[in-house]
């Protein structure tokens, strides 16, 4: 009996074509890469996001301008505590003279009032009299204040108003010659007279109320220090 192979080679030869195709296509395929990780060689991690440094900014101009002000602000302010300062120590010095050149004559009373009440209605009795007599009592620092008055001018006198403004414990909120003055030229003199007023210690209100008071003085070349009547 005689057997048709031709069919059966066929068929063969057909899927030895289609194994040789699929081949070449797999030859083709580039291989994958292995995934990267903390041991893998010759790669390197990304940074992330949260880990990465950025390049310092500069600063923008308002906050330069900021910065210069507060520089210069901070500066005037040290300025100025110094020149205080030096402006203390002058005033003490020339309070402690030894024998000043000028008359001060005292004022046989001042005007006071308490600030808590209208000028008109306060009472002068509160603590007036304990007031005065701390006031006369350093006179002769006083009287050294008008030293560099005295150098400054050829008057005869020189006569000023001491405003001074006390806390109800006897403390000095404040002290200054009230202007107009004749010291407006004379500011050594002026910050003296306020530098001894408040170094005075001065009595409690016993009402406990705040206490202005304008002492007038009057300074004469030489003489002595008297009570003006």
């Not at 880990?51 to 901070?74: K, L």
């Not at 203390?88 to 000028?102: G, I, M, N, Q, Y």
């Not at 004559?105 to 008109?120: K, M, S, T, Y």
């Not at 001894?196 to 705040?210: N, R």
Request: neutral net charge.
């Amino acid at each position: 009996m005689v057997v048709e192979s031709q069919p059966l080679v066929g068929a063969a030869l057909s899927a030895l074509a289609l194994s040789a195709v699929a081949l070449a296509a797999c030859g083709r395929l580039e291989p994958r890469p292995p995934a990267a990780g903390p041991d893998t060689p010759g790669k390197a991690l990304a940074a992330s996001p949260s880990s990465a440094v950025s390049p310092p900014t500069a600063p923008s101009g308002e906050s330069a301008i900021a910065a210069t002000a507060s520089a210069s602000d901070g500066a005037a302010a040290a300025r100025a505590e110094s020149e205080a300062g030096t402006a203390a120590v002058e005033a003490t010095a020339l309070a402690e003279c030894v024998s000043p050149r000028a008359q001060l004559v005292l004022p046989p009373r001042g005007a006071i009032f308490n600030n808590a009440v209208p000028r008109e209605k306060a009472k002068a009795g509160d603590r007036a009299q304990g007031v005065l007599d701390a006031l006369a009592e350093h006179a002769h620092p006083f009287a050294c204040c008008f030293d560099p008055w005295l150098d400054g001018t050829t008057d005869a006198e020189a006569r000023v108003v001491l405003r001074v403004a006390l806390d109800p414990g006897g403390a000095v909120r404040a002290a200054h010659v009230v202007p107009p003055s004749v010291l407006a030229e004379d500011t050594r003199t002026a910050r003296c007279l306020a530098h001894v007023a408040a170094t005075i210690s001065f009595p409690a209100s016993p009402s406990g109320k705040e206490t202005v008071v304008k002492y007038p003085l009057r300074a004469i070349r030489g003489g002595s220090t008297t009570n003006d009547r």
